[in-house]
């Protein structure tokens, strides 16, 4: 509870800054190799981020479970296919990534 009222407070914090972040989180992205599987509008090894975009559309959770999904990885969300682990992505860069993804359109 604790770390999802934590997640939240920073994602509040970060919100207005995102515009004038898309930038960084697009070469952060290409960084942590997200690019690799992920691109903004064609399925490659894993869903494109306008797909993710528009699932989550209205989906308060989404940025907290987004953030989690990405650090942690998994599968079962899009299909067989599972996405790794990214250890080298912390939390708050999980949340610029994941504030990008959702805002492609
Ligand atoms: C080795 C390939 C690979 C890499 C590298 C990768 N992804 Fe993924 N990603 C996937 C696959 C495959 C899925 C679909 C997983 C599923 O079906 O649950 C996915 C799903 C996602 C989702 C949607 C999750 C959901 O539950 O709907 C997000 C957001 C995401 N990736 C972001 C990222 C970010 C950010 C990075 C870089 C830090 C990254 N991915 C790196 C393959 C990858």
Redesign the pocket.
């Known amino acids: 509870m604790q770390k999802l009222l934590m997640t939240t407070t920073v994602a509040m914090a970060l919100g207005m800054a995102v515009g004038a972040q898309a930038q960084d989180a697009a070469k952060l992205?290409q960084d942590?190799?997200?690019?690799?599987?992920?691109q903004i509008d064609k399925k490659l090894?894993?869903?494109s981020?306008k797909e993710?975009s528009k699932?989550?559309t209205g989906n308060k959770g989404a940025e907290a479970?987004?953030i989690k999904?990405?650090r942690e990885g998994?599968?079962?969300?899009?299909?067989?296919?599972?996405?790794?682990p990214?250890a080298g992505?912390n939390e708050k860069?999980?949340l610029i990534?994941?504030k990008w993804?959702l805002s492609q359109k």
């Open positions: 992205a942590k190799a997200c690019l690799a599987c992920h090894v894993g869903p981020y993710i699932k989550y479970l987004l999904k990405v998994g599968v079962g969300a899009w299909g067989q296919i599972p996405m790794p990214s992505v860069e999980a990534l994941v993804i």
